[in-house]
């Protein structure tokens, strides 16, 4: 009954996790009426056409009148063989249309990851170091302030002081440049600040409250009176001990940001990934490529938490797998 | 909450009345709630067999409101938090000088609590005091108080022009949008709809979540298992694309938004009651009820639920700042319910004309932006009240 044992049973149950949101996903679809069969009668009936006989053949078409545990295998097979349909309003597969956008996606968030990972522990760090001192007061300031901002809100503010106002930064988002370029950093500057901020908030404060427990430990006082330099004391006595809580915070932080707030912030500063893409589609009723984006987003979360329980027992030798 | 009076000494305590009100003797808390939730029931029967659709439901009074569906949950949301959270501090005394003792040291916190307790207030009453914002496009874009605006925008500028400027007044301290809305008005409008979302949500999200927790703990085996399973798997759903998902299939109101925050979002609360009546099953006084013949029902609603109650409570007052949130971002994404003006609405009028008006979107946001703070930091202050071993930061 060891750590592998353990990873193994996790592994499975991320997988049964999707299955359980495929299978709600498909439950929520078919329970509602389908707005392409609606929209075949509504068409039959503005063109004269008899609206019952559109209905029927638009559900024989979309293979609608099969049994429902038919329609459901299908559907899982399809999703897990990553065949996710085409999409009307882009022409090309949701699966290529999701490719597309996450080159654009991934521009942004490689940067907002390494910098909220560097930043987040790091002024925790400093805060529990300097606890009660002007420095962690500001700290814990700004912390609050990235951590209740509602992200959307402050792209907005900040695209109408950098971009309206000052004209520092490009208001509509070019995607010409290529991507290693001056004007693609200047102009995924503001995006990432924002996306930073709103994930660093909740990871300095953790941190800072963990390592405030470590600080005036017997083992730190030890290292203290043996003469360890404090820079050691820090990065090797605290640091490792915290980074096992704030490992799970950084994890369902970032996961709740990108599964959330990132979306929006494409759709204030208009680059064209993932988030936009399912708005975009929301917006023109382009369900196919609501469904996978939806599916995307859900599987990456899924990802994500089972790194998160992951890294957690690979950081923390104490914890007994025997129970789990 | 566990005594009915804990001033009382030991040899002070009347024997004779405990003996008596043993057995199925209701509380004042729960007589109270029964009764009010009856007289709303007979209000929504009313509503529903004796009122017509379109008439509203105090019509025979004379008030013009007709109240929805939201509007009938909210008023249980609210009986239950008066009967379950404000009425038992005054009953015990003793217990709420103590926390308020505790509170008080944390000034951030208190101004959060004045500026809460302020839009609860105004969320309450000022729909009913102010009449809802009109459609009055000779009005647009006034700008706020203090400040002003090119002549051109507004058709007609309500305060004085100087040198071409359309001056702010009192009349639209927060200026007008682009049809002539009084954003003032709209943002207490929108007060009111984030006061429903806090609180309807909280008595979801605490019902289930105490239910579940507490069965879990209870049942043990298979059943403690498959629940415990699914609130894992509910954790690892991203719940704003759920959101997103079920509003793009079925469309939908204020009131299946609110439900559905609800319905989605109890597993912290069910986790913590569960770890938390495990450990207290262990504890000697749970022990000496169990062995003086109390029932399973007994010892979960009168002493594992109010042992737990700080923590279910903590993590709820963190919880409605991200329901709040994410029905301003659904309403700025135009997937919320546009009858209503909640402030991400207001906040997605505004983005077109902010070049020009920017108050428009600035006014809601920052009101959003400060009910948010407000509530994390009394999460973060109950944390050191109610908490004395997890003392994050009372030297505030």
Redesign the interface.
Known sequence: MGMGWYVVRRVVFAFFVTFTIVSITWGLLSAAPNPEVRQASTQAALEGGNPAEARENARQRLGLDRPAWERYVDYVVSIYTLEWGWSDTRSQPVTDAIANSLYYTVQYSVPWTILTVLIGPLVGLYSAANQYSWRDHVATGFAFFGYAIPNFFFGIVLLLVFGVELGWIPVIYNTQVPVFSVENIIQLTIPIFVLVTGSVGGITRVARNEAAEYVNSDFVKTARAKGVSVYRIYFQHVLRPTLVPVSTTLVSQLLALFTGASLLVEVVFGIPGLGRLLYNAVLSQDTSVVLGTTLFFTFVATIGNLIQDITYTVLDPRIDFSER | MATQDPNKQFDQVDWEEINNSSGTSYSINALGTLVSIGAVLALVVYDILFVEQYTPTFAFVGWGYDVSQLDFLFAVSLIVFGFYGVLPLYQNKRMTRYYWRQFKKNRPALVSLVWLGFVFVVGILGPVFISAPEVALFQKYQPPAFMSIANNYPINCVGPVVDGACQGTLNHPFGTTRNGKDIFTMIVYGMQISMKIAFITTLIVITIGTAVGTTAAYAGGLIDEVLM?WV??Q????????Y???L???GGGLFLFIVLFGLFAWEGTARYTRSNALSKVEEEYIKAVQLSGASTYRIVRRHVVPNTASSIITNVTLLI?VFI??E??LA????GDSTVPSWGQL?SIG?ND??FA?WI??AP?FV??LT??AF??LGDALLDALNPE?N??S?G
């Open positions: 399973r894992d798997i954790q690892s759903f991203p719940t704003f694309i759920l997103l998902l079920i793009y299939i079925w700042p949130l994410a301003a971002q700025f994404l135009g997937l906040i983005r902010l070049g920017p979107t600035l946001g959003l932006f948010i703070l994390n930091f997890a994050t930061e030297e």
